[in-house]
């Protein structure tokens, strides 16, 4: 079973609409990532926590929010989807004083 | 926010050949990190560097740390098919605590 899981894979929403996506990792990491990924840009950082009482923003925040439930659990929320929102999402851990973050399989997320 | 420059941009090349591609920053890093992302999946950590003129290789993979600590450098030796994918560096500066700035990253074709 895959170590850090993203669900759902693919939506397609409209304009407006609040999305949710979710995060959940089985490799006991306390720090836990959201990074968005767009064609020729790389990866940008949207929020980070580094325990459950922890949550910083990233580079690009804006229009996003996020909650830690949990040390396992990591959920991104777009509170008013809008299209340039469209864009590859992915969650990453790594354990405190590690360099290496292990990815999730990404969330590919279609505003309309 | 930091800005992480790759080149090239993407790469065709024939299988057999040696790959070279390169990252550059106008800020200082103190820890480079080579990243490969497999079509449809997250990124994977390939090589992590802690020190100015560090030079470390992961089987057909060699990574170095630039002297001036602004870029790095990655070489993939007699490429194969399974090459296939876009690789990014990622780097964490002394000035930003620990937020990882990734590259706009390189797709590399091989051709059979």
């Known amino acids: 079973d895959a170590d850090v899981t993203q669900t759902p894979r693919n939506r397609i929403t409209k304009t407006g609409k609040r999305i949710m996506l979710e995060c959940s990792q089985t490799?006991?990491?306390?720090?836990m990532y959201w990074y968005r990924q767009d064609p020729g840009l790389g990866l940008q950082l949207i929020y980070y926590?580094?325990?459950?009482?922890?949550?910083n923003k990233g580079e690009i925040s804006d229009g996003y929010s996020v909650s830690r439930q949990a040390q396992a659990k990591f959920s991104l929320s777009l509170e008013s989807a809008i299209p340039n929102q469209t864009a590859l999402y992915f969650c990453a851990t790594s354990d405190t004083g590690g360099v290496e973050q292990f990815f999730g399989p990404g969330t590919r997320l279609t505003v309309l | 926010g930091q800005q992480l420059n790759q080149s090239p941009q993407s790469m065709f090349i024939q299988e057999g050949e040696d790959v070279s591609m390169n990252c550059t920053s106008s800020s200082i890093f103190n820890t480079w990190l080579w990243y490969k992302q497999d079509p449809g999946e997250g990124p994977v950590l390939l090589i992590a560097?802690?020190?100015?003129?560090e030079l470390t290789s992961n089987g057909r993979l060699t990574a170095q740390f630039g002297i001036t600590r602004k870029d790095s450098f990655l070489n993939i030796s007699a490429s194969i098919p399974s090459d296939v994918g876009i690789y990014f560096c990622a780097g964490l500066t002394p000035y930003t605590g620990n937020q990882f700035y990734f590259g706009t990253g390189t797709s590399l074709t091989v051709i059979p």
């Open positions: 560097l802690y020190k100015a003129g």
């Open positions: 926590s580094f325990d459950v009482k922890d949550i």
């Open positions: 490799k006991g990491h306390d720090r």
